[in-house]
Every structure is written in C-alpha cells, then in structure tokens.
C-alpha cells in the first residue's frame, strides 16, 4: 500500500536512543506511514541496529546517511527530504519516544496552506535510561503517575503527557504560544518544503528548525499549533556540539530571514 505520510527521524551515535524511538512507532494507532532516517554519520553500531529492528517493526525504514564530517544536521536532513516518497513529512528526532496517537494527530491535523507544531515533554537522564522496551510496548511510559514515581517532576507541562480529545483542545486554546517548526515534533507539505528549498546548511546547532519555519510563514504558509494533541518524551542528552559561536551565526541567519522575509535560500537542497 503507498503511504501517506513520511516521519523523518534525525540521529547520531545513539543507537540505544533510537532503538526506544523506533519502538515508540511500533506502538503506533495510524499505521500507514514510512520512517526515513536522517543519519548525520554513525558508527557501524547504529547500521547494525536500525537493521535489526526493521524485522521487528511493521513499517518501512529507509535509512539515509553520509559520512561524519562534524555536525551537518541540515544536510542530512536535506537528503531525507528528498528521499521520502510521500506527499507529507513529519519530523522528530532520535531522542524523542512518540504517544502511540503520534502520528494520527498530525494526519488529523494536516490542512493544506499550513504546517503544524506540535509538543513534547523532557525527562532526566534517569528516567531516560530507565525507560525500556516493555514499559514502550506496554505504553506505560506515557502513564504520568509512573513517571512521577520514576524520578519526573510535577510541572503543569506534564498535561501534554495524557492531554487527549476535549482536554488537549482546550489546553491548546488555554496555553498558546507561537507555533514554530519545532524539530522535534513538526509537520507540513513535502511540496512547501521543496519550496523553500529545505533547510539552510550553513545552519549548525541552534534553530535550524525554526529558521525553515519562519521561511515558510514568509511563503505564505500558516502555523498551527497543536503541542497538547500531539507529543513525545524528549529523552536527556548531553549537548557537546552547541557552542555560542555556532548559535550566534544561526542567529545572525535567522534575523536575515524575518528582516527580509524571503522565503528561499541558496544555501539549500538546490545549491546557487
């Protein structure tokens, strides 16, 4: 059957991290969608891995890599733009265990003329590594009174955790904020994205993100945020490759992008 929807997962050197994330997809209600990978350069141990997994998993993995070059997130990502066979893209990251109604709050969602910007809830790094196959499949792990037993804060952001139907609508409503393309969880038209010409790769750590979305709002495209209907665990890790100059110049990006309101960058899927 074709699929309907592309879900492009971001990793690096993380093979344990992605393994709890290929199971969160397992999991999931909406069943007819691929996985691309966008793999910035790991070992042979996560190749071996991802291998593995695909006989467990009942969706298709196509995993798409280049060699390690230091940090190229915008690159690899770019190449897995261009790989999914879908009209749709939905994009998360190797860290993040989705809620097994992931995917079909952003098929639910999707409009045309808009992308959407959904939510996600960090956890510490024990409860991170505590977290295994079982309490995955199970769906344990989306149980608030379980995390909090296992080392989560009370916060009122642990709503996004089981906010579902007429609660999680009225949280939206309740709690808005400025919908951005939100790597971890962000969803929009394969055809605007080409648009726009993908992701800016002279962009390293640091609101890459958030840059394509703010090119997309300069299209034409409206944000919808949806951060209590759709939403993942954000699994802790350490942050070595974000350095302040790396953030000042995507910064400096960025603010060239609203100044100017252009849409497009020649730094890009199509190079100038």
Known sequence: MQKNISVIISTYNSPEWLKKVIWGYNTQTYRNFEMVIADDGSRQETIDMIDELRKEVFYP????????NGFQKSQILNKAILACTTDYIMMSDGDCIPRPDFVEQHIKFREEGYFLSGGYHKLPMDLSIKINKEDIYSDKCFDVSWLKKNGMKTSFKNHKIDAYGVKSSVLNALTPTNPSWNGHNASGWKSDILKINGFDERMQYGGQDRELGERLVNLGIKPKQIRYST????????????????????QNIRKETRSSKRPWTDFGIVKK
């Open 231 to 250: 939403t993942c665990l954000h699994l802790d890790h350490k942050r070595g490759y974000a350095t302040k100059e790396s953030i000042e110049k995507n």
């Open 61 to 68: 993995i196509i995993h798409v890599w280049h060699e390690d």
